[in-house]
């Protein structure tokens, strides 16, 4: 995980119980947080573009600016040293990216000593500006069709603050962001930008804008965005975000002036300065719902920072549709009491519960059932289900708190029959030459069912709030990802045989939580004479081996030729398919070669 350094001055200035270093670290530590410990940081400056760099002591000044890529040696009345600066060294909590920054973590550490407890709200002034988004934003052409937006006025700047705003927009990045794949943030000083704002998207040398760290008094400062791509620092390592897209998006003003090229770099002409009174900052992404946590993550912090600071919503026009941003409205979650205590193993009651809730930021109601409805602040990305609440009731009592005790009962212990047998399918398909992969539980329907040529599953187990488009729902067969295996190693000699051991996911309302895991066996074999013959051998072999009598029954499957695949049974029960994959599955993939498949759900086997 990555290291970072809260400055320790804005961190007690924020903190209502002044404390020594040793408490506070065990506090943090007790939140979850891996706490280094303090050190003194020397701090560069990039005149150039206003980048800040800390090293400890024993470090050599940085010889390139980490944000515009000016080499020092070569320009060295460009980098002022600063003053030093303690740090509390600690790495990153990436499910908790609202522990970022000093704001964010003494809001944390308040309400978790109980000096602050409960919902924390913002003032949020309404929209006076907005961002027209252009529908070619929408298209497969461009990558980043999501935008989130807001206005921060009444800033006091010096270095301190600036290097909080950019680590935190940088850290955002990795943990959010996903290193700028699906969020990137741009801070822009709002006297040099005029509204409203669109949202486009260009073609790769439709114009030029000078972007941030040149001068724009050079008469090559100027660049169209390919050529930021092949020439720019920032641009030559993100490029890849854009590989392979005809359009990438732009951020201008009413006066076509260009604040940003997401996710890439920001324009010179916008960037902030230490005169800088106010920002006009926007997030851009893949996906509405990762944009809007990391723009409220963003103002929120600003706001404990500086409370007098005034936020202003924008208005975000899509073709279809608007919606005002920063959206700060809290989710609501219902929460059992006496589930929480029974899973903790902890005597909790239900003020017990209240209490510790409201310790970690929670608004609390009891319901009229005797449960609990949980207002979750808009900052935390990483509620998404009752038990991340029962986790934080837990940090709240402490883990450090809990009793420690004999177990009451002893059991003997027993190997699972489901995993015995899929030990034993290892072990047959190993000695078949098999090599087994462990491919991605998540999947998107792109993978799960158009390229695999089949009709979506209404059994199909959809993410509420997806990290990702390719990330969107939880697999219903192992063949996808052992066929996206198989595309990545088409330089490797043939054949090539795979196999993988592991669960599916379906909707089953009988399921305590709402779905059922199987567990399935998948084979593949690639080779310039694959066909449905050797897949059903290899099937017939491996339940041979397992001590069943198989039954093989033609069937019209979509991801087979129609007359080369089959429903597989044993004693009358249908448990699996075979069969040769279709030629256009293939090339979905990118695979040249005949393949052939089985898959077998291990759960059906009669007992």
């Known amino acids: 995980m990555p290291v970072i350094g809260i400055s320790v001055d804005l961190l007690e200035k924020g903190l209502i119980e002044k404390m020594d270093r040793d408490t506070l670290i065990l506090h943090l530590q007790h939140l979850g947080c891996d706490v280094e410990g303090f050190a003194i940081l020397r701090r560069f400056r990039c005149n150039r573009c206003g980048h800040i760099a800390e090293i400890t002591e024993t470090q050599e000044p940085p010889v390139l600016c980490g944000g515009c890529g000016l080499s020092f040696k070569d320009h060295p009345d460009q980098m002022a040293e600063l003053d030093s600066t303690e740090v509390l060294r600690m790495e990153l909590l990436a499910v908790r990216p609202d522990l970022f920054d000093p704001g964010g973590l003494a809001r944390t550490l308040n309400a978790y000593l109980g000096h602050r407890v409960g919902l924390k709200e913002y003032d949020i002034e309404p929209p006076a500006e907005s961002v027209t988004v252009d529908p070619s934003t929408q298209t497969d052409l461009c990558p980043r069709p999501a935008i989130a937006a807001a206005m921060v006025s009444g800033i006091t700047l010096d270095d301190d603050f600036i290097k909080v705003v950019m680590k935190l927009q940088e850290n955002l990045h990795w943990a959010l962001g996903r290193d700028r794949k699906h969020a990137s943030i741009g801070v822009y000083d709002l006297d040099t930008v005029t509204g409203p704002f669109e949202y486009t998207s260009v073609e790769p040398d439709a114009l030029t804008f000078v972007p941030l760290g040149c001068n724009p008094e050079e008469t090559d400062s100027a660049m169209t965005p390919a050529q930021i791509l092949e020439k720019h620092p920032k641009g030559v390592a993100f490029a890849k975000l854009l590989d392979g897209f005809r359009r990438y998006p732009i951020l201008r003003d009413s006066t076509g002036r260009i604040l940003s090229m997401p996710p890439i770099i920001n324009s010179e002409q916008t960037r902030v300065r230490q005169t800088t009174s106010g920002f006009f900052m926007d997030v851009t992404g893949t996906n509405q719902n990762i944009v809007n946590k990391a723009l409220a993550v963003m103002v929120t912090s600003i706001k404990e920072l500086q409370p007098d600071v005034a936020v202003q919503q924008v208005t975000v026009r899509y073709p279809d549709h608007e919606i005002d941003t920063p959206d700060l409205t809290p989710a609501t979650m219902l929460l059992d009491p006496q589930a929480t205590a029974s899973l903790l193993g902890i005597d909790l009651d239900r003020d017990d519960v209240v209490r510790l809730l409201e310790c970690m930021g929670h608004r609390t109601q009891v319901t009229e059932d005797d449960r609990i409805d949980v207002v979750i602040p808009a900052y935390r990305s990483d509620i998404i289900h009752p038990r991340d609440l029962m986790e934080d009731v837990a940090i709240a009592f402490g883990y450090h708190n809990i009793e420690t005790s004999i177990v009451p009962t002893l059991t003997i212990g027993a190997p699972d029959p489901e995993q ?16 087994e992969v462990m491919t991605l539980a998540l999947t998107s329907d792109q ?161």
């Open 447 to 607: 993978e799960a069912f158009i390229k695999m040529r089949l009709d979506e599953d209404p059994n199909a187990v959809i993410l509420e709030n997806p990290i990702s488009a390719e990330q969107t729902m939880l697999r219903l067969s192992l063949l996808p990802g052992l066929l996206d295996t198989l595309a990545h190693n088409t330089n490797r000699e043939l054949p090539q045989k795979l196999f993988e051991v592991g669960p599916t996911s379906h909707l089953d309302e009988s399921a305590e939580t709402g779905a059922r895991e199987h567990l399935v066996v998948s084979a593949v074999l690639i080779d310039s004479k694959a066909g449905a013959a050797d897949a059903r051998s290899l099937c017939k072999q491996l339940l041979v081996e397992l001590g069943r009598d198989p039954s093989f029954a033609n069937a019209s499957l979509g991801c087979y030729l129609d007359g080369r695949c089959g429903i597989v049974s044993v004693s009358g029960r249908p448990i699996g398919h075979l069969g040769e994959i279709h030629p256009e599955v293939l090339e979905h993939f990118g695979l040249s070669h005949p393949a052939a498949a089985f898959e077998l759900d291990l759960s059906l086997f009669p007992r």
């Open 420 to 435: 015995e047998r899929a030990a034993d399918v290892r072990q047959v398909m190993t000695g078949f030459g098999f090599l």
